[in-house]
């Protein structure tokens, strides 16, 4: 912007500078061109008022900040990232584009972005956890949109910092939000689980696809997506070759995809235990006797292994929900046989079971590089952190024992 130099005096005013008016009301407007040529003008009710925007401008000028940035909203800028974003799976996008539209674009998102601090994305927080009780993990949804579309905001030079830093960190400590680990089922509470499957006649049709989940440790979604082509009975041999992802939202309905697995590490061979095999041989058994066949088709793939009545595959949340329903009557079994201290089963999902199978894999000393390419993780810090905690409860455990007979 060129330097100021008078111009003329305002109404009762000091004197004008190079591109300052006053308009026939009595207010003020300050015009000046981008690098573009493109005209720009802003206004106040008072001259010290615009001279204190006039010092934005020239602030904005200094640090590179787009003119157009002060128009600019929150909706905006998601508009932008989302046309660019790349490098996330389907569903997960989808995910982040319900968050984004349900819980932000409404209200916060018509905010101006350049107008924006720290205290109003915690505010923001606060209110979807304070007055619209959305759960933690919800609003780590949103934050990881927002996040992202003000880093853009940042990169493309709309805004000077990202106001959502630390936000997110700040208000787990001040509602106390703890990070909750997955619990393993131990391995009375797993034994009582496969126990009950095998002896009820009303739930036997589950036993082969979670005896599979606990005796491979592999993913909800790849166990839905597994095809008979995909195991080899003879050698005990399981090939992990993609994942069967489950869509449910409320513009597309209900449909599957097959993507590739969650890493490169996920493509991978399992070796099966002896209870793994039979529980493939028992589903297929139970499918020839009751005429049950795979009738669907998902991106060219078929033939797939642990399909409903109706032939189609299972997914995480049919399988959750039968999980529920099981541990409440296994439950109610146990406790109708009035036992003393009787194990029962804490709730529980599909990935607990996964956490359990790594869980037993370390209490019997499996090497860590073996778990680490049977479960498919690309970074053995991730399986490190399941073996720390597992093997932790173990000492707790066995010292408990060695204590109660030191006694």
Same mark, same amino acid.
């Given at each position: 912007?060129?330097?100021?130099?008078?111009?003329?005096?305002?109404?009762?005013?000091?004197?004008?500078?190079?591109?300052?008016?006053?308009?026939?009301?009595?207010?003020?407007?300050?015009?000046?061109? @981008?690098?573009?040529?493109?005209?720009?003008?802003?206004?106040?009710?008072? *001259?010290?008022?615009?001279?204190?925007?006039?010092?934005?401008?020239?602030?904005?000028?200094?640090?590179?900040?787009?003119?157009?940035?002060?128009?600019?909203?929150?909706?905006?800028?998601?508009?932008?990232?989302?046309?660019?974003?790349?490098?996330?799976?389907?569903?997960?996008?989808?995910?982040?584009?319900? $968050?984004?539209?349900?819980?932000?674009?409404?209200?916060?998102?018509?905010?101006?972005?350049?107008?924006?601090?720290?205290? @109003?994305?915690?505010?923001?927080?606060?209110?979807?956890?304070?007055?619209?009780? $959305?759960?933690?993990?919800?609003?780590?949804?949103?934050?990881?949109? *927002?996040?992202?579309?003000?880093?853009?905001?940042?990169?493309?030079?709309?805004?000077?910092? +990202?106001?959502?830093?630390?936000?997110?960190?700040?208000?787990?400590?001040?509602?106390?939000?703890?990070?909750?680990?997955?619990?393993?089922?131990?391995?009375?509470?797993?034994?009582?689980?496969?126990?009950?499957?095998? +002896?009820?006649?009303?739930?036997?049709?589950?036993?082969?696809?979670?005896?599979?989940?606990?005796?491979?440790?592999?993913?909800?979604?790849?166990?839905?997506?597994?095809?008979?082509?995909?195991?080899?009975?003879?050698?005990?041999?399981?090939?992990?070759?993609?994942?069967?992802?489950?869509?449910?939202?409320?513009?597309?309905?209900?449909?599957?995809?097959?993507?590739?697995? #969650?890493?490169?590490?996920?493509?991978?061979?399992?070796?099966?235990?002896?209870?793994?095999?039979?529980?493939? *041989?028992?589903?297929? #058994? +139970?499918?020839?006797?009751?005429?049950?066949?795979?009738?669907?088709?998902?991106?060219?793939?078929?033939? /797939?292994?642990?399909?409903?009545?109706?032939?189609?595959?299972?997914?995480?949340?049919?399988?959750?929900?039968?999980?529920?329903?099981?541990?409440?009557?296994?439950?109610?079994?146990?406790?109708?046989?009035?036992?003393?201290?009787?194990? !029962?089963?804490?709730?529980?999902?599909?990935?607990?079971?996964?956490?359990? /199978?790594?869980?037993?894999?370390?209490?019997?000393?499996?090497?860590?590089?073996?778990?680490?390419?049977? !479960?498919?993780?690309? @970074?053995?810090?991730?399986?490190?952190?399941?073996?720390?905690?597992?093997?932790?409860? !173990?000492?707790?455990?066995?010292?408990?024992?060695?204590?109660?007979? !030191?006694?």
């Amino acid at each position: 912007m060129a330097e100021k130099t008078t111009k003329r005096k305002g109404k009762g005013e000091s004197e004008l500078q190079r591109g300052e008016t006053q308009r026939a009301n009595g207010t003020f407007a300050y015009q000046w061109k @981008d690098d573009s040529g493109k005209r720009h003008i802003i206004y106040g009710k008072t *001259l010290p008022e615009l001279r204190a925007k006039e010092q934005e401008v020239q602030d904005d000028i200094r640090d590179n900040i787009r003119p157009e940035a002060r128009n600019a909203t929150v909706n905006d800028m998601y508009e932008r990232w989302k046309d660019l974003k790349r490098g996330l799976k389907d569903n997960t996008f989808q995910n982040y584009q319900f $968050l984004y539209r349900m819980y932000v674009a409404p209200k916060f998102g018509r905010s101006k972005i350049c107008e924006l601090v720290k205290s @109003d994305v915690k505010r923001f927080y606060n209110t979807l956890v304070d007055e619209r009780g $959305l759960a933690i993990s919800t609003v780590d949804g949103v934050h990881t949109v *927002l996040h992202q579309v003000f880093d853009m905001a940042v990169d493309d030079f709309y805004i000077r910092r +990202n106001p959502a830093d630390n936000v997110l960190k700040e208000l787990k400590s001040a509602h106390a939000f703890g990070v909750e680990k997955r619990k393993a089922l131990t391995q009375a509470e797993e034994k009582l689980f496969l126990d009950y499957l095998r +002896n009820s006649p009303q739930y036997r049709h589950w036993y082969p696809i979670f005896a599979v989940m606990l005796g491979t440790g592999m993913r909800v979604g790849e166990v839905a997506g597994l095809r008979w082509c995909d195991i080899d009975l003879e050698e005990g041999i399981i090939d992990v070759n993609h994942t069967l992802v489950y869509y449910k939202h409320e513009v597309n309905g209900c449909y599957c995809n097959i993507h590739s697995p #969650k890493t490169k590490a996920g493509i991978r061979k399992i070796p099966m235990l002896g209870n793994v095999k039979e529980a493939f *041989l028992e589903e297929r #058994k +139970n499918q020839m006797a009751s005429g049950i066949r795979c009738t669907a088709s998902v991106d060219g793939y078929t033939d /797939f292994i642990f399909v409903n009545r109706f032939g189609n595959p299972q997914h995480q949340g049919t399988l959750n929900k039968a999980i529920r329903r099981i541990t409440r009557d296994c439950n109610d079994e146990v406790l109708s046989s009035k036992k003393r201290n009787p194990v !029962l089963l804490p709730p529980f999902s599909c990935h607990i079971l996964r956490h359990t /199978f790594t869980t037993r894999m370390c209490e019997m000393g499996v090497n860590i590089k073996v778990i680490q390419d049977v !479960l498919g993780h690309a @970074d053995v810090s991730t399986t490190l952190n399941i073996y720390t905690d597992a093997t932790k409860e !173990l000492k707790k455990s066995e010292f408990a024992l060695l204590d109660a007979k !030191l006694m």
